[in-house]
């Protein structure tokens, strides 16, 4: 079982609640504790970066696991980032950008 997506956890949410820490090791594995040490994070709000972005994998279900080396935030193509290097929001008008989330990447194995 994989979930995936955006969880809307911020990074003060899970200094306070340990929410994707309560996870690991337990129920689920989580992408960016598993992997992605280099990331930023997957959204920049209130002047800080966020995984609000991320993949779970049910521990336990099956012999698949990620591989920790190829877990990372897509953050490559120009219209994807601004000048500052954080998520560029679609603008309709100047058909300009793609998110404000980037995506974050994960490979699998058993």
């Not at 997506?5 to 989580?30: C, H, M, P």
């Not at 959204?43 to 080396?69: A, C, G, P």
């Amino acid at each position: 079982m994989i979930a995936a997506g955006d969880f809307n956890v911020s990074r003060l949410e899970e200094r306070k609640f340990s929410i994707y820490r309560a996870l690991l090791g337990s129920t689920w594995q989580v992408a960016t504790g598993m992997g992605c040490d280099e990331c930023k994070g997957t959204e920049y709000y209130r002047n800080m970066w966020s995984f609000l972005d991320n993949i779970l994998l049910k521990s336990n279900s099956s012999h698949w696991h990620f591989v920790e080396k190829d877990i990372y935030v897509a953050a490559k193509a120009p219209s994807q980032i601004d000048d500052y290097g954080r998520p560029r929001r679609f603008d309709a008008e100047k058909l300009e950008g793609v998110s404000d989330h980037l995506p974050i990447v994960a490979t699998f194995a058993n």
